[in-house]
């Protein structure tokens, strides 16, 4: 998985949520692009809206086993905040380790909260270990730590507060859980369980 800048992709639950129980109620295996169109399912304004959204949403919709299609629909609010968390580190190196180096790492250490001076931190200590991140413009890497923030929080991962962020630790359905560890990516659900 390599490291992309992402600043123009959104967390996307709803719109998750609205084409999985599309293509779970229409059986839809071709034309999803096409059907999703018409159909409005996306919501969308305009031709490069839809278009943007479509490729974000299809290509984190590869990662989720039809089980998780179904439960990202049918479960809690957390439990599908979760698989759609998933569903984007799957696809989000930049997001995923910071999950792993800077998240984990406080949690393990039971320091419960993060400071924008870790956030510039990490920025700095990837820039150092990769070219592409290192050629990002400082804009782009700005608004990267805004996608980092926004999609951990909106993942149930992190709560903004006066200080910085403080680190949760989401509860999720079993289900979700023991479909990830028998059909999915057990590394990155290893990390989300810090």
Same mark, same amino acid.
């Given at each position: 998985?390599?490291?992309?800048?992402i600043?123009?992709e959104?967390?996307?639950?709803i @719109?998750m949520r609205n084409t999985? !129980?599309f293509?779970l109620? %229409? =059986?839809i295996?071709e034309? $999803?692009?096409?059907l /999703? +169109?018409?159909?409005n399912?996306?919501?969308?304004?305009? @031709?490069?809206?839809?278009?943007? !959204?479509?490729?974000?949403? %299809? =290509?984190r919709?590869?990662? $989720?086993?039809?089980? /998780? +299609?179904?439960?990202?629909?049918d479960?809690?609010?957390?439990s599908?905040?979760f698989?759609n968390?998933y569903?984007?580190l799957?696809?989000?190196?930049?997001i $995923?380790?910071?999950l792993e180096?800077v998240?984990?790492?406080?949690?393990?250490n039971?320091?419960?909260?993060?400071?924008?001076?870790?956030?510039s931190?990490y920025?700095e200590t990837?820039?150092?270990?990769?070219?592409?991140?290192?050629n990002?413009?400082?804009?782009g890497?700005?608004?990267?730590?805004?996608?980092?923030?926004?999609?951990?929080?909106?993942?149930?991962?992190?709560e903004?507060?006066?200080?910085?962020?403080?680190?949760?630790?989401p509860i999720v359905?079993?289900?979700v859980?023991?479909?990830i560890?028998e059909n999915?990516?057990?590394?990155i659900?290893k990390?989300?369980?810090?």
């Open positions: 998985m390599e490291y992309r800048a600043t123009a959104n967390f996307y639950l @719109e999985c !129980k293509i109620e %229409n =059986k295996e034309d $999803l692009k096409k /999703l +169109k018409i159909n399912i996306l919501e969308t304004v305009s @031709e490069s809206n839809f278009s943007k !959204k479509f490729n974000t949403i %299809n =290509k919709l590869k990662c $989720l086993t039809d089980n /998780l +299609k179904e439960q990202i629909v479960t809690d609010l957390a599908a905040k698989i968390l569903s984007i799957c696809n989000e190196r930049f $995923l380790e910071f180096e998240v984990k790492e406080k949690y393990d039971f320091d419960y909260s993060i400071k924008e001076s870790d956030f931190n920025m990837k820039s150092e270990q990769s070219k592409v991140i290192q990002w413009t400082a804009e890497k700005r608004r990267m730590l805004i996608k980092v923030k926004n999609f951990l929080t909106e993942g149930g991962y992190l903004k507060n006066k200080d910085g962020y403080k680190i949760l630790k359905d079993l289900a859980i023991d479909e560890k999915g990516n057990k590394k659900l990390i989300m369980f810090y």
